[in-house]
């Protein structure tokens, strides 16, 4: 009976703590969500000639592919969002200045492809939204 009480006590113990690091690196970074970059955020980044230079030192993991490249033979990429306006994949970022950016956020693949137009049959991965004014 003690045994089994130890058991479930540690094995409490580990869900609780898996949950709390999960929040931690979640939230972890400056800034605090990791989700979403602030004007000032992306001002912040010294030597950044473009959104994708300051997105690369703030958030790289928005510009990886996860699983693999591709899914079903087709190419699995991250794409990119003025409001709901496609603009193209990572590298459109490289065309675009720090200075027009008034907020980052990064949507997953599965609610991109859900409440995004003109995704069509792509694969994506994610999705960067610039907005350029406030919401």
Known sequence: ???????????????????????????SNAGGDQDRLTREQIASVQGARNLYDAIQQLRPRWLQVRGGDRSFGMATEVVVYQNQTYL????????LGTDMAYELRWIDGPTASATLTGIGSRHVAGAIILYTRAR
């Open 1 to 27: 009976m003690v045994a089994q009480r130890r058991v479930a006590a540690v094995a409490l113990l580990s869900v609780l703590l898996s949950g709390a690091c999960a929040s931690a690196r979640r939230t």
């Open 88 to 95: 193209g994949d990572v590298d459109t970022l490289r065309q």
